[in-house]
């Protein structure tokens, strides 16, 4: 692969990482605990088997869009990329009004529970400890070494949580922190990576970076050739930052390779969600945008 784009000096693309927007979609959202009893959802205090997010109050542009751009983004992550996601489904007030529905995956049964452990509690970090932002202070690399740490099968779960990174990216997630992260126990009390959940393209919504966390994917990533040359990641970041986390090019070059091309679901699913006109539009274009930045490479 071979493109030429406007070159960007290394001083301008360090700026440019350190200034990443670190506004959290998911710290707009209300989230209330639903249970289902005789076919009718109810609010519970606890030990809810679902969780349900309406239209926030904050203002927040096309925030009447935001249910269905999670549960689309969900559904393309699912259908089209067949990554494991947690159940979800849009459902609409008599109003009309929409509101975001996931069924919780650690929920067994009443009280019981899969522990799940999400990716700032398992490396150490809170808010009392590291202040209002500790979410987003590390990289995706520091993930990743946590799962070296916990994961038996540390090398399976990296290459899905790869994916998801890459995802995240190909449909401008700027919310992907290490709270939406998470390791879950297994039945045989093994760890592995969680369903995806929170999966939604914040652009819509607001003017983010490139990626949620402030270390990047991994320490000084903005000095590579390519983010060097073009001021963003493309295929070749993610080809190192693989590499960086004990990933052969032969197992993630495949999966870039899906993201490189413009698959045809997508557009079609987009056309079919509940957006708005405005936000089907904007929705797809961020998608093409980033569709071409993975085409990008030096190699």
Do not use: W
Not at 139 to 163: N, Q, R, W
């Amino acid at each position: 692969m071979s493109f030429t784009a406007p070159g960007t000096n290394s001083q301008q693309t360090k700026t440019f990482n350190e200034k990443r927007k670190s506004i959290s979609i998911s710290g707009f959202q209300e989230k209330y605990s639903i249970k289902l009893n005789n076919n009718q959802l109810e609010l519970v205090e606890k030990s809810g088997e679902f969780i349900l997010k309406p239209i926030p109050a904050e203002r927040l542009e096309l925030v009447e869009d935001l249910p269905a751009n999670e549960h689309l983004t969900m559904q393309i992550a699912y259908q089209v990329y067949h990554i494991n996601t947690a159940t979800n489904g849009l459902i609409f007030f008599k109003d009309g009004t929409p509101a975001y529905l996931t069924k919780r995956f650690d929920y067994i049964k009443d009280d019981l529970k899969f522990q799940i452990e999400d990716f700032a509690t398992l490396i150490g970090l809170t808010s009392e400890t590291d202040g209002s932002e500790f979410k987003i202070k590390a990289s995706y690399a520091d993930i990743a070494k946590t799962i070296d740490k916990y994961v038996p099968a540390a090398k399976i779960e990296k290459l899905k949580f790869f994916e998801i990174v890459v995802f995240n990216y190909a449909f401008s997630n700027g919310d992907a922190h290490l709270k939406n992260f998470s390791l879950m126990e297994t039945s045989d009390g093994d760890y592995i990576l969680s369903p995806a959940y929170d999966l939604v393209c914040t652009a819509l919504h607001i003017d983010d970076g490139n990626l949620s966390l402030q270390g990047g994917l991994y320490d000084k990533d903005f000095e590579a050739p390519a983010y060097s040359r073009y001021g963003f990641y493309t295929y070749d970041d993610f080809i190192l930052f693989g590499k960086h986390i004990g990933l052969e090019e032969k197992i993630t070059e495949p999966i870039l390779k899906k993201y490189a091309t413009i698959n045809k679901e997508v557009p079609s699913l987009i056309d079919r969600s509940f957006l708005s006109k405005k936000a089907k539009k904007i929705y797809l274009q961020q998608y093409l945008e980033r569709v071409n930045r993975f085409r990008l490479s030096l190699l």
